[in-house]
């Protein structure tokens, strides 16, 4: 008997991925998509599918994830971003992982970003690896606002086989969803009571820029790198930016 499968999505706004998604994951017995409302043309898409398409409205993505995961009909659990392109190999794993004697209750999974149509060797993304697949009865998002994780207590594996992370489809895009997870870390340490300072400001970014292009060899991506490197330095300044304006009531 074969082990059942949940794939599982949150979306906004992801009408160039969408159909795509479903193309990929079809390997699952069945797939949950939770819809953050939508106002291009991702729900109508995904309904021309076989696919349980539910909305809620997004307060973080902790919060969105863990409500999918209580949606799932079967334990074992795969989520991958909209944004990540899955091979049949990688699918086929997951199928051969899920239905041997494997002691492990989740598994890594190792992406290789694509930036500005570039592969991104280094830059701080050589080991950038996520849990896609797990065992929901042993698993849950942390409640991090934003680049939440897999909590458990269970020992983690990792597949052989990696996703393409496509995540850049323009520098305007790219730029606004660096801005979106800067007002979300704000909102979480205004909450805290956190108050930026000089040391937010200045050293902050400055460290992050320096971490990622020579400490994590962003320099070996060329210009990719130091723009990438650049943006992801910004967007911490942003963070502290929009925490202060929130301090001043500012909008």
């Given at each position: 008997m074969n082990t059942?499968?949940?794939?599982?999505?949150?979306t906004y706004n992801e009408e160039d991925n969408i159909e795509k998604y479903i193309a990929q994951l079809s390997f699952a017995d069945e797939i949950i998509i939770v819809d953050s409302f939508s106002t291009d043309n991702t729900v109508e898409l995904a309904k021309k599918h076989n696919v349980t398409l539910l909305q809620r409205k997004f307060d973080d993505f902790?919060?969105?994830?863990?409500?999918?995961?209580?949606?799932?009909?079967?334990?074992?659990?795969?989520?991958?971003?909209?944004d990540e392109e899955v091979p049949k190999a990688l699918a086929d794993e997951i199928i051969a992982t899920v239905n041997s004697s494997t002691s492990e209750?989740?598994?890594?999974?190792?992406?290789?970003?694509?930036?500005?149509?570039?592969?991104?060797k280094?830059?701080?993304?050589?080991?950038?690896?996520?849990?896609?697949?797990f065992h929901k009865k042993y698993c849950r998002y942390n409640g991090k606002p934003v680049h939440e994780t897999i909590e458990t207590t269970e020992k983690i594996g990792k597949l052989q086989h990696a996703v393409a992370h496509q995540t850049y489809k323009s520098?305007?895009?790219?730029?606004?969803?660096?801005?979106?997870?800067?007002?979300?870390?704000?909102?979480?340490?205004?909450?805290?009571?956190?108050?930026?300072?000089?040391?937010?400001?200045?050293?902050?970014?400055w460290y992050r820029f320096v971490h990622q292009y020579f400490l994590r060899l962003g320099i070996l991506d060329g210009k990719?790198?130091?723009?990438?490197?650049?943006?992801?330095?910004?967007?911490?300044?942003k963070r502290y930016l929009q925490l202060w304006t929130m301090y001043r009531k500012i909008d």
């Open positions: 059942k499968i949940s794939a599982l999505a949150i902790s919060s969105q994830k863990n409500f999918a995961i209580d949606q799932a009909s079967h334990d074992w659990i795969t989520f991958f971003d909209l209750k989740a598994y890594h999974v190792k992406r290789d970003f694509h930036f500005m149509g570039k592969r991104m280094y830059s701080g993304f050589q080991t950038d690896i996520s849990v896609r697949l520098f305007d895009n790219y730029n606004e969803k660096l801005s979106q997870y800067s007002r979300l870390q704000a909102a979480a340490l205004y909450k805290k009571n956190v108050r930026p300072n000089a040391y937010h400001f200045f050293f902050r970014p990719e790198g130091f723009i990438l490197c650049y943006v992801h330095a910004f967007s911490v300044f």
